[in-house]
């Protein structure tokens, strides 16, 4: 399948699209948001070595893009995240990215409370996906609550905030 099939697939799934520099993630169209929120890119918009991206959230009917950063989400998702019809990531996380439909969820983060780095975060219309490529054409038709993402994203961060306690208070007991 070509970029320009897969961006005529995408949109008419329902995917806000929106076309990257080729062969990375970087936008190449400032203002992007706008106009992908707004008025959506045409197939024109894009050329055949144009990498591919969506935007998460009510401009793509409500599909969220729960990236899971840190490794302890990752595993954790792996185990209690329920099954979605698009689970994707990069070659060092290959189910990194979860997207479901969620009406009304709002953009968040949550950050390690130590390191301050990204543990998980939920996309919802804010930002570029831009980890979703035109090989990726599985449709996604998870329904879930906010409910859901946010019970998830507390236990993630309690999981993370025992381990790192664990370890703590094994290095301390360490003579």
Not at 17 to 30: I, N, Q, T
Not at 47 to 65: C, E, F, L, M, Q
Not at 82 to 93: A, F, N, V
Request: charged share 25%.
């Amino acid at each position: 399948m070509s970029i320009l099939e897969a961006v005529a697939r995408y949109k008419a799934e329902g995917w806000a699209v929106v076309p990257l520099e080729p062969g990375s993630k970087g936008l190449a169209d400032k203002g992007w948001l706008k106009k992908a929120i707004r008025h959506g890119y045409d197939i024109a918009d894009f050329k055949p070595t144009s990498n591919v991206g969506v935007v998460p959230g009510p401009a793509s009917r409500d599909r969220v893009n729960f990236d899971l950063d840190s490794e302890i989400a990752v595993r954790v998702g792996a185990k209690i995240l329920p099954d979605t019809g698009l689970i994707h990531g990069r070659p060092g996380k290959p189910r990194s990215h979860y997207h479901y439909v969620v009406p009304g969820v709002r953009p968040r983060k949550y950050l390690d409370p130590v390191t301050n780095t990204m543990l998980l975060e939920v996309q919802a219309g804010t930002r570029c996906d831009s980890t979703v490529r035109a090989w990726i054409t599985v449709p996604c038709d998870q329904v879930l609550t906010r409910r859901d993402l946010a019970d998830f994203a507390t236990f993630v961060c309690r999981a993370y905030g025992f381990l790192l306690n664990l370890s703590l208070a094994i290095r301390a007991a360490r003579p």
